[in-house]
């Protein structure tokens, strides 16, 4: 057999599995879009949100603290800040970096596609 159509063959084999991943990646990954910018700057865009989303909780919790210690009850405003607001922030760190891993995981995973495609053609590939 013909060593370039079994290379051939493997090649359109891997590239027909990536892309079926990749699909399944922009499932997975959500809010982050493959392949419109880089997604190091996505990651950072949700982080600043979530860090927004950190701070705008963190003001009112201490309002709210104030507001309930001025008048001698500050274990209900602990209370109201533990059941209303602290959900909100664990929420957006958990979000973000289950979001964080998973792309990590994609790049990872595009990294060995890559790889194994660069052994089979002999080049590198092109640059982004």
Do not use: C, H
């Amino acid at each position: 057999m013909d060593p370039n159509i079994s290379a051939s063959t493997a090649l359109e084999d891997l590239e027909a599995r990536w892309r079926l991943r990749e699909k399944e990646w922009r499932r997975k990954l959500g809010r982050l879009r493959l392949g419109v910018e880089p997604i190091e700057e996505q990651l950072a865009r949700y982080r600043r949100v979530t860090w927004a989303l950190t701070a705008v909780p963190s003001i009112l919790a201490v309002m709210f603290l104030t507001l309930f210690t001025v008048f001698g009850r500050p274990e209900i405003g602990l209370i109201l800040v533990g059941i209303i607001l602290l959900p909100i922030v664990l929420g957006a760190w958990w979000d973000y970096a289950m979001m964080a891993r998973r792309a990590r995981r994609y790049q990872e995973e595009a990294a060995d596609y890559l790889r194994a495609k660069e052994r089979l053609t002999g080049s590198p590939p092109p640059m982004r």
